[in-house]
T-cell receptor, first 115, second 112 residues
Framework: GAGVSQSPRYKVAKRGQDVALRCDPI?????LFWYQQALGQGPEFLTY????????KSGLPSDRFFAERPEGSVSTLKIQRTQQEDSAVYLC?????????????FGSGTRLTVV | GDSVTQMEGPVTLSEEAFLTINCTYT??????LFWYVQYPGEGLQLLLK?????DKGSNKGFEATYRKETTSFHLEKGSVQVSDSAVYFC???????????FGKGTTLSVSS
C-alpha cells in the first residue's frame, strides 16, 4: 500500500482483557518498528523486526507484551491482561533499509484505552 | 543512556513570527539527529535530519544545524504560518542503530 496502515484506529479494552494490534507496513519494507506514545509524551521504542526476525525487543515493558511478524510483512503487537498504564497510542513504522539512515514511515497509530 | 531534551511548550506565535524550538541531546558518539512533526490527526512525519556534525538539515523553510560542541539541534523557521501548527519532536538514533529516541515534543500554535 501507499503508507503504513494500522488497525484498529481505536480500541477500548477492559482491564485484564487481551488485545491485538495490527500493522501493515509499506510493501517490500524490510524493517518494522513498534513504538508506544503516552499522552503528552514522545514515542518510546518497543521492538524492531528485520524481515521476520525480531532483532531488538529491549523496549517491551513487560512479558505481557509480545510482537510477531511471521512472514516478514504484517506485524501484530499483542498485549495480555491489559492494565490502565497500557493506555497509549501504539505506533508502527517501516523502512525500506536496514541502516538507520533510511527514512521511517509511521502509521497513524492505534489509540488503546484501558478502562 | 542516550536521551533528548527539548523545550517545554506550548509555543504560541503570530503568523510570520520567527520560530526557535530548542533541542539538546546526550549520547555516546555522534548519532544522526532528526526532527519529526505530527499534525493534528496525522502520523509522525520526518521533517529534516542531519547525519554528522555541522550538517544543516532543511525542509519546508525549517532548518536545524547539528552542533556537537553544544550537543544541540535547534529547529528554526524565519516566518511561521498557521499551517505549521503541530507537535514537533526532536530525536536521535540509539547507539545500536535500531531505534529512535524522542524528546517529549513541543506543541506549536500559530494564529493569524
Amino acid at each position: 500500500g501507499a503508507g503504513v496502515s494500522q488497525s484498529p484506529r481505536y480500541k477500548v479494552a477492559k482491564r485484564g482483557q487481551d488485545v491485538a494490534l495490527r500493522c501493515d507496513p509499506i510493501s517490500g519494507h524490510v524493517s518494522l518498528f513498534w513504538y508506544q506514545q503516552a499522552l503528552g509524551q514522545g514515542p518510546e521504542f518497543l521492538t524492531y523486526f528485520q524481515n521476520e526476525a525480531q532483532l531488538d525487543k529491549s523496549g517491551l515493558p513487560s512479558d505481557r507484551f509480545f510482537a510477531e511478524r511471521p512472514e516478514g510483512s504484517v506485524s501484530t503487537l499483542k498485549i495480555q491482561r491489559t492494565q490502565q498504564e497500557d493506555s497509549a497510542v501504539y505506533l508502527c513504522a517501516s523502512s525500506s533499509g536496514t541502516a538507520f539512515n533510511y527514512g521511517y514511515t509511521f502509521g497513524s497509530g492505534t489509540r488503546l484505552t484501558v478502562v | 543512556g542516550d536521551s533528548v531534551t527539548q523545550m517545554e511548550g506550548p509555543v504560541t506565535l503570530s503568523e510570520e513570527a520567527f520560530l526557535t524550538i530548542n533541542c539538546t541531546y546526550t549520547a555516546t558518539g555522534y548519532p544522526s539527529l532528526f526532527w519529526y512533526v505530527q499534525y493534528p490527526g496525522e502520523g509522525l512525519q520526518l521533517l529534516l535530519k542531519a547525519t554528522k556534525a555541522d550538517d544543516k538539515g532543511s525542509n519546508k523553510g525549517f532548518e536545524a544545524t547539528y552542533r556537537k560542541e553544544t550537543t544541540s539541534f535547534h529547529l528554526e523557521k524565519g516566518s511561521v504560518q498557521v499551517s505549521d501548527s503541530a507537535v514537533y519532536f526532536c530525536a536521535l538514533i540509539n547507539q545500536a542503530g535500531t531505534a529512535l529516541i524522542f524528546g517529549k515534543g513541543t506543541t506549536l500554535s500559530v494564529s493569524s
